[in-house]
């Protein structure tokens, strides 16, 4: 099956500066790839996918990027703030197989 | 539209103990899975259904039964409950072919098994 893994695990930046959190999978089948945030005691929430027929996605401060060649795909968000400040997880499907397999996860704290 | 429900919210059982913690969904889709959330290992998938009356395994399907009757609801049974087990369970949907994979998550429920 797919494994897919995350990095890096925690992940400490100051309000207004960039965070970046990288993923990779192995299946090459893979073709949909979302990202889920998680705040504490709440339920995973989708904010942001792309699939593999497109290179990049951004929707106002946060940004994905894919590199089907190296099998790696990351999350940009610029101007952070506290409010960001969650779990995120990447995951890896086969579009329309509704398999998903999800990384470990990252811990973004920013601070004020 | 209440979107995707689990209960209980919590549960302590005792090793050997049997229960079923409940799915429901009202959006129609096919598509329903359930997750187990442990510390540092992200979400595994349990298992899954593309629709009424299919069911397939996930990552870690072992010790853990569900049924499929209708489109809305999705239990997952432990046989027989064990400290191993202990952990968040998140239920979630999302359309099958309908251009969107967004899957859509339960509260979760939070068990302890001891």
């Known amino acids: 099956g797919e494994n897919v893994e995350q990095h890096p695990s925690t992940l400490s930046v100051q309000e207004g500066d960039s965070a970046v959190i990288k993923c990779t999978y192995s299946d090459s089948a893979s073709n949909y790839f979302p990202w889920y945030k998680q705040e504490l005691g709440k339920r995973p929430q989708l904010i942001i996918d792309i699939r593999s027929n497109v290179g990049e996605k951004k929707d106002q401060r946060i940004a994905v990027t894919l590199n089907k060649t190296a099998k790696h795909f990351s999350l940009h968000i610029t101007e952070t703030q506290p409010e960001d400040s969650a779990v995120y997880f990447c995951a890896a499907s086969l579009y329309n197989f509704n398999k998903f397999y999800f990384g470990s996860g990252t811990k973004l704290n920013v601070k004020p | 539209n209440a979107g995707v429900t689990q209960t209980p919210k919590f549960q302590v059982l005792k090793t050997g103990q049997s229960m079923t913690l409940q799915c429901a969904q009202d959006?129609?889709?096919?598509?329903m899975s359930w997750y187990r959330q442990d510390p540092g290992m992200g979400l595994r998938l349990i298992h899954y259904?593309?629709?009424?009356?299919?069911?397939d395994q996930g990552e870690v399907p072992n010790g853990y039964n569900v049924s499929r009757s209708t489109t809305e609801d999705f239990p997952l049974r432990l046989l027989s409950a064990a400290p191993s087990q202990t952990s968040v369970y998140f239920c979630?949907?999302?359309?099958?072919?309908?251009?969107?994979?967004?899957?859509?998550f339960g509260p979760g429920t939070r068990l302890t098994v001891l």
């Open positions: 959006m129609n889709h096919e598509y």
């Open positions: 979630a949907s999302s359309d099958l072919g309908q251009g969107t994979d967004t899957q859509y």
């Open positions: 259904s593309v629709g009424a009356g299919i069911t």
